[in-house]
């Protein structure tokens, strides 16, 4: 099977790179320290210390395995595409007007693009999800439709960055 590629922005590559970096040298260390402090503590079958370390490595090591295939895979790309800038690609930042929303003014504001990208204010869409392949090659202004697990949604493409 053929792993699956990642379009990652250069910043998003470089950001997981660190991470990875980090984690691999300095993460390693201190988990090595903890669990050989908690074992200092004496019986392991009863040490929650030595357990939680444990636990802690695991879910560390996980995390490793996991920026290293996205790193493997990972392929740039350039968010401005060199396209036409009101256009929906991938790494573009949109602004969405849901058509049945009368509770909410305010567009929601959504990255088109992997979870590896996201920054603190915008909500993630995956390119391959339903609402993710609609905006694909919107435009600002566009109306478009997808599937939901709330049924089918209409959204119209405020703004485009």
Request: aromatic share 2%.
């Amino acid at each position: 099977m053929v792993p699956e590629a990642h379009s990652l922005s250069q910043a998003a590559h470089d950001r997981l790179s660190t991470e990875l970096h980090d984690l691999s040298t300095r993460g390693r260390i201190d988990i090595a320290d903890k669990i050989e402090a908690a074992r200092k503590l004496g019986d392991l079958s009863e040490n929650g210390d030595y357990h939680a370390a444990k636990e802690e490595k695991a879910k560390m090591e996980g995390r490793i395995n996991h920026l290293n295939q996205i790193l493997l895979n990972a392929e740039i790309i350039d968010p401005s595409g060199g396209n036409d800038s009101s256009e929906v690609m991938l790494g573009s930042v949109v602004s969405l007007a849901y058509e049945d929303d009368t509770d909410d003014d305010e567009p929601e504001r959504f990255l088109v693009g992997v979870i590896e990208e996201r920054s603190d204010d915008v909500t993630v869409v995956s390119p391959g999800s339903p609402m993710g392949e609609a905006l694909l090659g919107a435009s600002e202004g566009d109306t478009v439709e997808f599937d939901s697990p709330a049924g089918r949604q209409q959204v119209t493409v405020v703004t485009v960055q």
